[in-house]
T-cell receptor, first 115, second 114 residues
Framework: AQTVTQSQPEMSVQEAETVTLSCTYD???????LFWYKQPPSRQMILVIR??????QNATENRFSVNFQKAAKSFSLKISDSQLGDTAMYFC????????????FGKGITLSVRP | DTAVSQTPKYLVTQMGNDKSIKCEQN?????MYWYKQDSKKFLKIMFS???????INETVPNRFSPKSPDKAHLNLHINSLELGDSAVYFC?????????????FGPGTRLTVT
């Protein structure tokens, strides 16, 4: 079974600075997907960024980028130029390929952006 | 033009009651899911359906019964509600084939059992 670990329960960052959220996972599969979801106080789950395991290039989406280290099973999220609207819970998630695909989530990290 | 919608958004009920949560997606996806987020914010899969067929049932009590009348709908019926059922329930959908595989979530239903 796959597991996803987010060891930091919460972090704080000054507005306009950069912050990195850590995530590690465990799997025996060679092909899979990794995601970061954002959950603001509105509780809506918003996809921030995704990474296919077969791609070596790290995914980027505007101010969000990942550092994907497949051998180390590490998938960290970097948020550049932090904004107040980035304040939320962030969940790292793993999904295997195939018909039985499901998201396995980490426990999440609460990120606070200070003005 | 909401992609994944759930009704109701809030549900307060007493122990022992039976309640349903409805989910609809207009994305043309063939796979739908129910996730439960507990009081500690932990998210866990409950069920998934592909083309109206049950694919995943993650050791959920028999009091929970999903029903998929068609590919666009996945409802969750809960019998004999217990205090421990209080949580936020999310519906999600995805396409099982092609390049777009990510799951899109509904707004969640906060269930409170008193």
């Amino acid at each position: 079974a796959q597991t996803v670990t987010q060891s930091q329960p919460e972090m704080s960052v000054q507005e306009a600075e950069t912050v990195t959220l850590s995530c590690t996972y465990d799997t025996s599969e060679s092909n899979y997907y990794l995601f970061w979801y954002k959950q603001p106080p509105s509780r809506q789950m918003i996809l921030v960024i995704r990474q296919e395991a077969y791609k070596q290039q790290n995914a980027t989406e505007n101010r969000f980028s990942v550092n994907f280290q497949k051998a180390a099973k590490s998938f960290s999220l970097k948020i550049s130029d932090s904004q107040l609207g980035d304040t939320a819970m962030y969940f790292c998630a793993f999904m295997s390929t195939g018909a039985n695909s499901k998201l396995t989530f980490g426990k999440g990290i609460t990120l606070s952006v200070r003005p | 033009d909401t992609a994944v919608s759930q009704t109701p958004k809030y549900l307060v009920t007493q122990m022992g009651n039976d309640k349903s949560i409805k989910c609809e997606q207009n994305l043309g996806h063939d796979t739908m899911y129910w996730y439960k987020q507990d009081s500690k914010k932990f998210l866990k899969i409950m069920f998934s359906y592909n083309n109206k067929e049950l694919i995943i049932n993650e050791t959920v009590p028999n009091r929970f019964s999903p029903k998929s009348p068609d590919k666009a709908h996945l409802n969750l019926h809960i019998n004999s509600l217990e205090l421990g059922d209080s949580a936020v329930y999310f519906c999600a959908s995805s396409q099982s084939s092609g390049s777009s595989y990510e799951q899109y979530f509904g707004p969640g239903t906060r269930l409170t059992v008193t």
